[in-house]
């Protein structure tokens, strides 16, 4: 199982941040959690939120009213939305598995992350 | 501050044997598995350890977990200057329904 995160590497503030996680060697309908974890500079990680191949999610409290993270299966890939950026969601943001079968947590594997920049 | 406490640092000889503490409360460790991920400089954290104790396929011996009541524990025996790195644990918050991570520790080979 391999997973790849992609999408704009800046963005403005006020804006929504949308990044996408493809999945290979695995059928995301065929089950697990997949997640998305950041991590701002020289800081540690924070888990935003995971996604169940049925749909069913859970957020970060502190980031629930701004984010929302979708699956579709038809294009094996999950996608991550957080709205009104700020300076402060600058990190490396990352998409992971759950390799545990109805386990929000532990992650494995990691995508390579991708820097997003909130900046104008 | 995270839900849990880490050590910011912990360094050790060579050969040596050193253990990274991973502090939290019922509501997260004390009923739930713990893992243990390690971040290399410049990439992506990578899972050590989960379910407390049980290595992930291709982890040296070298490393282990355990957990008693709210506190888990990382140990890394026979260090290499390759062991340097940032590690973190996480688990489940039952209270939050939120996966909670450590601030992380970072392991200094001397």
């Known amino acids: 199982v391999q997973v790849q995160e992609s999408g704009p590497g800046l963005v403005k503030p006020s804006e929504t941040l949308s990044l996408t996680c493809t999945v290979s060697g695995y059928s995301i309908s065929s089950g697990y959690y997949w997640g998305w974890i950041r991590q701002s500079p020289g800081k540690g990680l924070e888990w935003i939120g995971s996604i169940y191949h049925s749909g069913s999610t859970y957020y970060n409290p502190s980031l629930r009213s701004r984010v929302s993270v979708s699956v579709d299966t038809s294009k094996n890939q999950f996608s991550l939305k957080l709205s009104s950026v700020t300076a402060a969601d600058t990190a490396v943001y990352y998409c992971?598995?759950?390799?545990?079968?109805?386990?929000?947590?532990?992650?494995?594997?990691w995508g390579q992350g991708t820097l997003v920049t909130v900046s104008s | 501050q995270s839900v849990l406490t880490q050590p910011p640092s912990v360094s050790a000889a060579p050969g040596q044997k050193v253990t990274i503490s991973c502090s939290g409360s019922s509501s997260n460790i004390g009923n739930n598995y713990v893992s243990w991920y390690q971040q290399l400089p410049g990439t992506a954290p990578k899972l050590l350890i989960y379910d407390n104790d049980k290595r992930l396929s291709g982890i040296p011996d070298r490393f282990s977990g355990s957990k008693s009541g709210t506190s888990a524990t990382l140990g890394i025996t026979g260090l290499q200057t390759g062991d340097e790195a940032d590690y973190y644990c996480?688990?489940?918050?039952?209270?939050?329904?939120?996966?909670?991570f450590g601030g992380g520790t970072r392991l200094t080979v001397l």
């Open positions: 992971a598995r759950s390799p545990k079968g109805g386990y929000v947590i532990p992650f494995d594997p």
């Open positions: 996480g688990t489940w918050d039952s209270s939050l329904s939120a996966g909670v």
